[in-house]
């Protein structure tokens, strides 16, 4: 059972260049979330989907952009990196229904110069 | 709006007792724990339903209390594979959770 897969696990990137992460889940579940760790401040939500094809903005929303355009696959981009951004980013996915309980993925490690 | 916990850290030397605390300032649908060891990813505790239900996979007891919007987490009879940071998550949405800013524990032999 993979559960959530995060790609990359590691990215180094320079000021100004875009990426994006990639999140898959295979057990069915219509919610997913982006969050990002940074020492000492817990995990903070960037952007949410509570479906295919919808997207919500979350605590920290700002220069980052989200789709998904299909059920299982939640892509975070980052249009144009700063030094700001560097962090750990986490993926999870939850069904959304009653027990709300978030699965993890294994998070993408990511370094702006 | 992201819950308070406390304390920030704690050490505990085997087979002590611990408790952590969170609480929100909102109605909260529910109350999720989780725990981290450092490189990994978070996993799930337990969690805390409004009405008092509860639902865990391990041997770790927590409260919820409705009124004061405040949850608690119990570590009886530590042991070295509890060592992590444990993070609540509140649900006041039904959406998303809102995480606290962690509470790093260390059991010690």
């Known amino acids: 059972n993979a559960g959530v897969t995060q790609t990359p696990k590691f990215r180094v990137l320079k000021t100004g260049q875009s990426m994006t992460l990639l999140c898959a889940q295979d057990m069915n579940h219509e919610y997913m979330y982006w969050y990002r760790q940074d020492p000492g401040m817990g995990l903070r939500l960037i952007h949410y989907s509570v479906g295919e094809g919808t997207t919500a903005k979350g605590e920290v929303p700002d220069g980052y952009n989200v789709s998904r355009l299909k059920k299982q696959n939640f892509l975070l981009g980052l249009e144009s990196a700063a030094p700001s951004q560097t962090s750990v980013y986490f993926c999870?996915?939850?069904?959304?229904?009653?027990?709300?309980?978030?699965?993890f993925g294994a998070g993408t490690r990511l370094s702006v110069l | 709006q992201q819950p308070v916990q406390s304390p920030q850290a704690v050490i505990l030397r085997e087979g002590e007792d611990a408790v952590i605390n969170c609480s929100s300032s909102?109605?909260?649908?529910?109350v999720h724990w989780y725990r981290q060891k450092h490189g990994e990813a978070p996993v799930f505790l337990m969690i805390?339903?409004?009405?008092?239900e509860q639902k865990g996979h391990e041997k770790i007891s927590a409260s919820f209390n409705e009124k004061k919007q405040q949850s608690s987490l119990y570590l009886t009879a530590s042991q070295l594979s509890y060592s992590g940071t444990y993070f609540c998550g509140t649900e006041d949405s039904g959406y998303a959770l809102n995480f606290g800013k962690g509470t790093s524990l260390l059991v010690t032999p």
């Open positions: 805390l339903l409004k009405g008092g």
């Open positions: 909102k109605a909260l649908y529910s």
């Open positions: 999870a996915s939850s069904t959304g229904l009653g027990v709300n309980i978030q699965y």
